[in-house]
């Protein structure tokens, strides 16, 4: 592993935080159980799931057809391999990792023979860095160069294409990776070239025409023909139905989300910082759910909560903001809160018990997971279904969030970004730290952090605290208590030695949330509580609105999701509606003005979201007077 966290180098603007190394961060507790349960679930399936690995791979020199679908499966390894320290994962990773650095063609290409996708070369960059990161083997680095250099001097000639297009941010992301680590001044030449060829997504947030479901806006078979009409989409020319589907598609809206943010650091402007703010708000207003989450099947779909949310682009927002949050101080913290939300929520609910199956789409409202004939807009009807799929950026997601939980900060320090029991391990204050984070977060509201340093050192270690926490307090190790509101960060700047413990105590009350359609759903903290359905189920109920709300828990050990009883429950009253039917193999859209029977109310357990397969997450609401 490298030992510094990777800062920007002028001109770019400074960044307070930057992320740590892959692999700098273990899981423990409740989150090693989970990716435990990943991590054996991948190497039990990995010939199916992944084909090739033996050398039939075309990334290994074999006949095998498999130029994206290869690297995404490496990216989702490589995350959770090096997270989790899995000799099998991590040795295979560095297998494709050498076969590409040593067959690397003179000109700087990299890939099998005759590949000519842009998109799966800007993504092996994530892979190399991710094994550049966690190895620190210098080769990966003379790779990218090299085949950055490459990109410099063809791209005029040889444009993106497709998703590499609509996916540009993660090409610029890793020029100024390796920028930031060597200076090269032809990185910030190539990032205005890639930036003219890129799909516009500061222009898209900034003013999101995208106000309405895809199907409504246009007809996929409409969009498809258009497409066919127009022929390959191009950087330099971005034919309008070829634009639309790319800027509607959920997985690409995902990458398109830190974008503005990474062009930010090259063409600073009022657009590029706003445009994420912007974006994000109109997202949820128009196409959000209660999971926090935008809908996309396999396009924006709207604000319906029996729209189906692609488990890919779930995992690519938490990377992007990730990403985001390292990238300058102009992306405040309320970010962690999404991606706490997106990983304790619609990770584990897309995921069998096993963790060998899962699902392509998921919904907020979901009664049935087979497979259907549904009101998607160009989704298979097996995509609810929980079955064996191939490896890919979905399955990096938990191992991202990880990653993710803490940075580094430029005044020497660390920063909790994210809760959940893990070890953080790098360098602060000029010696070895190591952060164990304790406590049953996020199904309990207090963190135990246990600092331990051999030599004394003076750093700040600061704490996020998540918006929904009212009244939080932090526990210095002098038993001092510090008082802080939501959305703040608190820092505690000392001479640390030996071990010292600060506590972190978060107030976990139900909260009733408001979503589209006068909708509701009821928040604990990170997680968003459900009601868990058996096959066959009543589910058309309606919360009461302003009915009072109990939290029930007990002291019981967290588990993995979907593992054990889960000793937390809201209890809330509903009462049942009459005019809420189904469509197809979905619930209909919750009804505005619901029909019910005020004389009978009935008291329903709501348990998180994670540990459902079928479940209501977002409610119709009664008014009982």
Known sequence: MIGRAVFNKTPLPPNRFAPLPLGAVKPCGWLEEQLEIQRKAVLETLDARFPGTDGASGWLGGNLKDEQSAVEALAGIAALGYTTGDETLMSLVAKFVRWTIENQFQSGDIGPAGLRDWWPKILMLRVLQMYFGATADREALKAMDKFLRYELSVLPEDPLMGLAVARAGENLQAALFLYNLTGQAYLLKLTELIRAQALDWTDEFTIFPHIRPTAKQQPWKKLKDGMAREGAFSGIDQKV??????????????????????????????????????GWARLMKQHGVALNMFTGDNHLAGANPAQGISVESVSETIVSLGALIGTGDEFGWEMADVMECLAYNALPAAWSEDGKRRQALEQTN??????????????????????????????????????????????????????????????????????????????GGQVRLTVEVKKAAEFPLYLRIPGWAEQAIVTLPDGELMQMRGGEIACVRRRWSGEAEVTLDLPMRPRFVRWARQTGAVELGPLVMALNLDTGEDWNWALIDGEPMKKVEDTSPARAFKHGERALTVLAKVVRVGDWAKEGANCAQPPVAPVFDAKETFVVGLTPFGDSDLRIAQFPVAEVK
């Open 241 to 278: 139905n070829g634009r639309e589907y790319q800027l509607t598609e959920a997985t690409n809206v995902a990458f398109g989300l830190k974008t503005p943010g990474i062009i930010n650091l090259v063409k600073s402007g009022f657009k590029e910082v706003g445009a994420f703010k912007l």
């Open 366 to 443: 979901q009664i049935d997971a087979r497979d259907a004939a549904r009101p998607f807009y160009n989704a298979r009807n097996d995509d609810l279904c929980y079955m064996e799929r191939p490896l890919g950026l979905a399955d990096a997601g938990l191992a991202q969030l990880t990653a993710s939980l803490w940075y580094a900060t430029s005044d020497d320090g660390l920063a909790a970004v994210g809760y959940a029991p893990c070890v953080a391990s790098f360098v602060a204050g000029g010696e070895r730290v190591r952060v164990t984070v304790g406590g049953g977060y996020p199904f």
